[in-house]
């Protein structure tokens, strides 16, 4: 059965950085659009980032942009995303995600995008 599963969240200082790992077992991710989201409490779930199969291109929406980054390493089947300056505004619980069909084009933020979905992993940004 295919999973995906998302680490590396914590609880880190304001300005600080974190990596999530995203991977995947049972399918190769290089054929997927893969996006991050996330959801803080209350609140609906907002579209982070993408990344898009055939290229790699990346997006972000506008409250990351400049801050996170998005990244692939095929031979371990992982999808990153690096969050530096880091404030209390990102604290959520972040999710990995894939498109359900082997994708074309650019990838799209939209949560609806995306069909199989990780358990999430709680970023927490406090002093």
């Known amino acids: 059965q295919v999973q995906l599963v998302e680490s590396g969240g914590g609880l880190v200082q304001p300005g600080g950085s974190l990596r999530l790992s995203c991977t995947a077992s049972?399918?190769?991710?290089?054929?997927?659009?893969i996006g991050w989201f996330r959801q803080a409490p209350g609140k609906g779930r907002e579209g982070v980032s993408c990344?898009?199969?055939?290229?790699?291109?990346?997006f972000y929406g506008d409250s990351v942009k400049g801050r996170f980054t998005v990244s692939r390493d095929s031979a371990k089947n992982t999808v990153y995303l690096q969050m530096n300056s880091l404030t209390p505004e990102d604290t959520a619980v972040y999710y990995c995600?894939?498109?359900?069909?082997?994708?074309?084009?650019?990838?799209?933020?939209?949560?609806?995008?995306?069909?199989?979905w990780g358990q999430g992993t709680q970023v927490t940004v406090s002093s």
């Open positions: 990344t898009s199969s055939n290229d790699h291109s990346a």
């Open positions: 049972g399918i190769s991710l290089d054929y997927y659009h």
């Open positions: 995600a894939r498109r359900g069909v082997i994708s074309s084009g650019t990838c799209r933020l939209g949560p609806s995008e995306y069909q199989q």
